[in-house]
């Protein structure tokens, strides 16, 4: 890899910036001064150090954020705040985008990353990645209910849903459920429960498949994940 463009990569600066610390002498490459922007370099075997401190380099960045309300997931919007306008100028840097979405008035769980094939398979809809969602029905939810959503509803476009796994937490004018669903149409949760003759009133997406909303994550707070959840995304759940 060029050494202008992984500095730029990880937020050193522009390429243009990134060059004039290079003619500044400011870069080295295993103890040797690198002034060439082309000098090629490889970051699992140089040791780089731009003036004293050493440059790590990583190609990838996978985030957890407890995404609020009033928040779109999308990476820019002329009107309204993005997702990645609440990321902090490092992450930032690595040009994250979130993994599918959730709609502007739901909360929860939502993953950012610049690794497009990972966000590939965990978006085909031949992977059956299973989502959970935590919500506040208006209306008493029933094991009718909970019957028809094992069977798949019909939406109001007269598409069938592929079965969901319905729980009710506290049934009654207002009920509290967890619903699984693995695919991810435009307002899938609140049409289904539409499809029903009921109301979504909250909703919170709480887990995509291995990961687990980070219960210590505040509204609006995100951190990266551990290895170990990394992993656990890429293998499919399995250890």
């Known amino acids: 890899m060029r ?28 103890g040797e001064a690198v002034k060439d922007a082309k000098t090629h370099v490889d970051p699992e075997k140089d040791r780089i150090m731009l003036y004293d401190e050493e440059v790590y380099y990583r ?15 999308a990476t820019e919007d002329v009107k309204d705040e993005t997702v990645v306008d609440l990321l902090e100028a490092d992450h930032a840097v690595f040009q994250p985008f979130p993994v599918g979405r959730l709609d502007k008035d739901t909360e929860g769980l939502l993953l950012l990353t610049n690794d ?19 919500a506040v029905i208006e209306g008493e939810v029933t094991e009718e209910d909970t019957a028809a959503f094992q069977q798949g509803v019909t939406l109001d476009d007269g598409y069938l849903t592929k079965p969901g796994e319905l729980n009710i937490l506290k049934s009654g004018p207002r009920s509290d459920i967890e619903l699984t669903i693995t695919e991810g149409k435009f307002h899938q949760v609140k049409r289904m429960f539409e499809a029903v003759g009921k109301r979504v009133v909250y909703l919170q997406r709480i887990s995509m498949g291995p990961l687990q909303l980070d219960e210590e994550l505040n509204l609006g707070e995100y951190r990266e994940l551990t290895e170990e959840e990394v992993a656990l995304l890429k293998n499919g759940g399995k250890e």
């Open 3 to 30: 050494i202008d463009k992984l500095l730029a990569n990880i937020g050193y600066g522009s390429r243009k910036e990134v060059k004039q610390l290079l003619k500044a002498g400011a870069v080295t490459v295993n």
């Open 59 to 73: 190609e990838f960045i996978y985030l957890m954020m407890n995404k609020p309300p009033g928040v779109i997931s």
């Open 116 to 134: 497009g094939v990972l966000a590939h398979q965990l978006l085909s809809p031949k992977k059956h990645v299973p989502k959970t969602y935590f």
